[in-house]
């Protein structure tokens, strides 16, 4: 009776309320009558069509773990908004159904006035990136991301790297932060799906349907420019719009969909009903009449599937979730491998490492990558007066020793693509994340398919002579494979980069590498000073770029340029007031203060944003920072900085977000990492987008030494508050590390336990990361001995083994008397490591000893190429200086051997000693 009562007193307040016309009513569907439901009026957090999206359970806990659904952040966005149901239109059946044809007919003419996606097979030897976008409503499809997350998307990750392709999640599971406008939740979610487009040409996609339709933005939820730039439909879900531009508009192979049976709602409690069943008519109708359509144009691609509703209990209070899916997590599975197996088949891994392939691909990023480059005129023709007059003499190379921020790639992309179209033979040595190995191969191939020489010597006789002028361009000196290739295969390090005839080089070397380390870049490794130039030719004017100030139309078009891309634009007087700044005469600045304005979110205040911008661009990077710190919500934004300024070069997507992550353990126990969500880690890349530069491959680092040497004075004020300075330890590691090192060491072994467990690829650039952080984390041997036993030390040039050993070897001189040379037994001497024998391997660090040979029994002599082990006298055994052929022992076993059952230990140049013999025993951990 109670209960009856309530109920009629809330219908009587209900009919006062229509009548008075202060609020809307929810209308829900059964069979064909319309049912005024008050209920939905409970919460504040409803969205456009009524349908309350939070479980407004009387026992929610507020401090519930995030991995619960009933706590997903309801802001606007796939079925939520903030606002108020009183401002949305109320439609019986008949006006909803008119609007759905209205929607189609829309849809249908788009369609038809676009391509059909065409099937891609990239056969390239090169990495990839594949961003895989997920769409679905949020709350009530929680249980099956957490099935993607935790068990298809590790499987796939792995799937992926086997065919050399680096997986990248789109999963905005987490949404957009409640304060976000809607053109912001808008631009987040189908700008994503664009970045996944323009990367893969057919976006990988795939999307979770249940029996919601999401949010409808509607009125002011969209701007024009937000109808201009995605041809927005009028009255269609943010949900049914990225299926719309992910998969229907061109009927992309690579996109799926996976519909849950509404019979898995069987025993959903009645409480819970509004969070996973829409009410409204036009949200039914339209979710009805979008499943039909998905079963008519893509049939083949559309998974059915079931799962069973539980309501669990913990600590007295009701979550819901869903178990027990039939066949959702292999179809899901099989349907991306199989789609990424016919964009990116496994053969693609072992293919053939093609030069003409090589040059295409270099050619079109220096065309698309030129047509960005504002002014730079002046620049680019000293340039070219360089590369268009033959050298009578050897002439030092061009050299653009400037800050990346400046612009530098664009100017030599510019200029390589002038000297193209005036007939030069081009050659733009990109880095790209092949490893070294291969790349180096590629490089030897391009020369001899080229200039058919394999010789370095060869290929300089042969290009000095050449009718027109042969140009080489190395933007990035600092990790360019072409110098490595160089000191890689000419040990004397003699070869040097100077020009003569009409063979030119022309060299970026970036001033904005950074770092703690004493190591040194391919380009300074090498002789580059020819002893028949002087130093002081290499210093001359017409060898070096000379950096000219914009224009003011310069200025004004690169601002431009940089809001134009996100549709914002400045006035007249504004752009005046932006070039009036005395920081605006460098690149650097203008381009900094235009992203700055980028993000600023106040229209009326621009004006005074701009006044406020300091002239110095120290000054402008400590704005930017105050400001992503302030904006920071996620609380990963100073950690991001961090990890960025532990490693001399730039850090992938990937790996960053995967840093930034939680661990967890599978079902076999391994340890797992869920890599950080994509809106959280795209809410940072997009804050920080003044301060750092983005590489191709997803790929990013810091701006300058500038920003770098911001970063770490922050971090030691931080620290300085938390830590007593005073305590001896403290004191001691600081004498031992800089200070820099210091408060980043976390970090720094952080970064080392990552890549050594959980990144598996051979490779240079993993192998310098790993040797990097065992310099910085010197006071700790282990990392060192880690890196030269477990690591294929061959990818490390002989600066970075030196600093190793230093720390790890004894090094002691054993003085005139030698003890008798090391030897390994047979069983050691053949074991396989890195696909070498230890016989034909450095006993110290493990790289192959080429013309050693070593034989059962016999002594070898050593010359310049290999050395042989020998250790001090508190190293070495008993018998080792009593000069006998009984009592040695086994060199890494300790066994007891025979001289003439055993092999010498052989040392590379890298480790043997030069002078007098030093011992080469690595201490222990």
């Avoid at 679905?136 to 050399?164: G, H, I, N, W």
């Avoid at 653009?400 to 002038?418: N, Q, S, T, V």
């Avoid at 002087?534 to 017409?542: A, D, Q, V």
């Avoid at 920071?632 to 977000?657: A, C, F, Q």
Wanted: aromatic content about 8%; hydrophobic content about 35%; proline content about 4%.
């Amino acid at each position: 009776q109670e209960q009856e009562q309530e109920q009629e007193k809330q219908q009587e307040e209900g009919e006062q309320e229509q009548q008075g016309g202060e609020e809307d009513s929810k209308f829900a569907i059964g069979s064909d009558v319309i049912i005024d439901n008050h209920k939905a009026f409970d919460g504040e957090d409803n969205n456009c069509n009524g349908v309350k999206n939070d479980i407004e359970d009387a026992d929610k806990d507020e401090n519930q773990p995030p991995r619960r659904p009933v706590l997903v952040a309801d802001a606007p966005g796939h079925g939520r908004s903030n606002k108020p149901q009183m401002d949305q239109e109320k439609l019986n059946k008949e006006e909803a159904v008119t609007r759905i044809e209205e929607a189609w007919a829309e849809i249908n003419e788009q369609i038809a006035h676009t391509d059909p996606a065409q099937e891609v097979c990239d056969k390239t030897p090169f990495w990839q990136t594949l961003r895989l976008f997920v769409s679905s409503t949020f709350a009530d499809m929680y249980s099956e991301r957490e099935v993607l997350v935790r068990r298809v998307f590790p499987k796939l990750k792995q799937f992926c790297a086997e065919r050399q392709v680096e997986l990248i999640v789109c999963d905005l599971r987490w949404g957009v932060p409640k304060e976000s406008t809607s053109e912001t939740v808008i631009r987040t979610c189908l700008g994503e799906l664009d970045s996944c487009r323009e990367l893969n040409t057919n976006p990988f996609f795939i999307n979770l349907l249940g029996d919601r339709y999401g949010w409808i933005p509607c009125g002011d939820d969209l701007t024009a420019g937000v109808r201009d730039e995605y041809d927005w439909v009028g009255n269609v879900s943010i949900t049914h719009m990225e299926i719309l531009r992910g998969a229907l508009i061109d009927n992309n192979p690579n996109a799926a969909f996976f519909i849950r049976d509404s019979t898995s709602l069987v025993r959903l409690p009645e409480q819970f009903t509004e969070k996973f069943i829409d009410q409204d008519a036009l949200s039914q109708l339209s979710l009805r009449e979008l499943k039909k359509q998905l079963r008519s144009r893509c049939d083949q691609r559309v998974f059915d599937y079931k799962c069973e509703f539980e309501c669990v209990k913990e600590d007295g209070k009701s979550i819901p979730t869903f178990s027990n899916f039939t066949n959702f997590e292999s179809e899901v599975l099989s349907f991306l491998q199989e789609r990424i197996e016919q964009q990116y088949p496994i053969a693609r891994a072992n293919a053939k490492l093609d030069p003409q392939l090589y040059l295409k691909l270099t050619n079109d990023f220096v065309t698309k990558k030129a047509e960005d480059v504002i002014g730079r005129d002046d620049e680019v023709a000293q340039i070219l007066d360089y590369c268009r007059t033959p050298k009578e003499t050897k002439t030092p190379f061009f050299r653009l020793h400037m800050p990346e921020a400046e612009g530098m790639e664009g100017i030599m992309c510019l200029a390589a693509a002038k000297a193209q179209a005036q007939g030069m033979r081009v050659f733009f040595v990109k880095s790209s994340n092949m490893s070294d190995l291969k790349e180096n191969t590629l490089l030897k191939n391009l020369l001899k398919s080229e200039f058919d020489v394999e010789d370095y010597q060869k290929f300089r006789s042969v290009a000095e002579e050449s009718d027109v002028p042969v140009v080489f361009f190395i933007p990035d000196a600092n990790s360019s494979a072409f110098a490595a290739l160089l000191v890689q295969n000419h040990s004397d390090k003699s070869i040097s980069l100077n020009s003569k005839g009409n063979l030119h080089f022309v060299i970026g070397i970036n001033l904005s590498s950074y770092g703690d380390s004493p190591l040194r870049s391919p380009v300074e490794r090498l002789d580059v000073h020819d002893s028949d130039v002087s130093k002081e030719e290499y210093l001359r004017p017409e060898f070096n770029i000379n950096i000219t100030p914009l224009t003011d139309e310069e200025k004004r078009a690169v601002v431009s340029h940089t809001l134009a891309k996100y549709n914002k634009a400045l006035d007249k007087d504004q752009l005046d007031l932006f070039v009036s700044n005395a920081g605006a005469a460098s690149y650097e600045w203008v381009a900094c203060a235009a992203e700055e304005l980028r993000v600023h979110g106040v229209f009326e205040t621009v004006t005074q944003k701009i006044s406020s911008l300091p002239p110095d661009i120290h000054d402008l990077y400590r704005v930017v920072l105050k400001r992503a710190r302030e904006d920071d919500v996620s609380g990963n934004l100073w950690k991001t900085l961090i990890y960025l300024t532990t490693i001399p070069s730039s850090m992938t997507e990937v790996h960053l977000r995967d840093l930034l992550g939680e661990k967890s353990t599978d079902e076999s126990g391994e340890e797992v990492i869920i890599p950080l969500c994509s809106h959280d880690w795209l809410a940072i890349r997009d804050s920080i987008t003044p301060l750092i530069q983005l590489r191709d491959f997803s790929s990013v680092h810091l701006k300058s030494r500038e920003v770098f040497q911001m970063i770490i004075d922050g971090i030691i004020e931080e620290v300085k508050k938390t830590t007593d300075m005073e305590d001896m330890k403290v004191k001691r590691l600081i004498e031992i590390l800089h200070v820099n090192v210091f408060v980043k060491m976390d970090f720094h072994k952080d970064i080392f336990n990552y890549f050594f467990k959980h990144v598996n690829a051979f490779d240079a650039r993993r192998a310098h990361i790993l040797a990097w952080q065992a310099l910085a984390l010197c006071h700790d041997r282990s990392f060192a001995h880690t890196v030269i036993r477990r690591i294929p030390t061959h990818f490390l040039p002989f600066s970075y083994k030196q600093e190793l050993m230093k720390i790890c070897r004894c090094s002691a001189n054993i003085g005139l008397q030698l003890p008798t040379a090391e030897r390994q037994c047979i069983s050691c001497a053949n074991k396989i490591s890195h696909g070498l024998a230890n016989q034909n391997r450095c006993g110290t660090c493990g790289d192959r000893v080429p013309f050693a040979n070593p034989q059962l029994g016999k002594d070898l002599t050593p010359n310049h190429s290999f050395g042989l082990a020998f250790r001090c006298r508190q190293h070495a055994g008993p018998f080792q200086y009593m000069k006998t052929t009984t009592g040695l022992k086994c060199y890494f076993c300790n066994m007891n051997i025979m001289k003439q059952s055993s092999f010498n230990v052989v040392l590379c140049t890298s480790c043997k000693s030069f002078g007098m013999e030093k011992c080469s025993q690595l201490f222990d951990h």
